[in-house]
């Protein structure tokens, strides 16, 4: 029983230890380039280095770098957009993508499954994703969400209940109830 209580925190020391290890060889590689550019070390020096420098990055595991390079171009831009858009949980989408109404509106286009439905579907697996592990068809499809809910949000039906009408279910479709506001 105490070796499993010990193992999170061995592998944490791993991590940390592969993590001081990749700093020694980052550093270490910058010094022998130095060495070997500016105080005329031999060559292989340099080479060395870059070396170095080229395996200090793999050895820590991807989940560990919290480096905002890391994630995909405009995913900071379109975040709070997206939050402010998709205003259902995976669950309560997932729900709503069964039901007869969902099915009953938006363009199939010849294919049986109209476009919102899908996009619902990759809607919910987004919502399920870390946010660092977001690809950049991911952030894509995000933005896409974004401009759908406040394109069709600004054409509100005025004389029709709103509750049930093919306006909600659509952007309930993409994530949008606009009951919850």
């Known amino acids: 029983m105490t070796v499993l209580r010990s193992a999170p925190l061995l592998a944490l020391a791993a991590l940390a230890a592969l993590a001081a290890l990749a700093a020694l060889a980052e550093i270490g590689g910058a010094w022998l380039v130095w060495q070997a550019v500016r105080e005329g070390r031999p060559w292989w020096w340099a080479g060395l280095g870059v070396h170095?420098?080229?395996a200090a990055r793999p050895a820590v595991p991807?989940?560990?770098?919290m480096a905002k390079d890391d994630r995909p171009e405009g995913?900071?831009?379109?975040?709070d957009d997206w939050q402010d858009a998709v205003t259902m949980t995976p669950k309560q989408l997932e729900e709503w993508l069964e039901t007869d109404e969902s099915m009953s509106v938006g363009d199939t286009g010849g294919k049986g499954e109209s476009t919102g439905?899908?996009?619902?579907r990759?809607?919910?697996?987004?919502?399920?994703?870390?946010?660092?592990?977001?690809?950049?068809?991911d952030v894509a499809h995000m933005r896409k969400v974004v401009g759908y809910v406040h394109r069709h949000r600004a054409q509100e039906p005025t004389?029709?209940?709103?509750?049930?009408?093919?306006w909600r279910y659509?952007?309930?479709?993409?994530?949008?109830?606009?009951?919850?506001d």
């Open 52 to 54: 170095l420098q080229g």
């Open 170 to 180: 659509s952007l309930m479709n993409w994530g949008n109830d606009p009951l919850d």
């Open 117 to 120: 439905h899908e996009s619902g």
């Open 122 to 137: 990759r809607i919910v697996t987004i919502l399920r994703t870390k946010k660092d592990d977001l690809t950049e068809d």
């Open 75 to 79: 995913l900071d831009d379109v975040w």
């Open 159 to 166: 004389e029709e209940d709103v509750k049930t009408s093919k």
């Open 62 to 65: 991807q989940g560990l770098s």
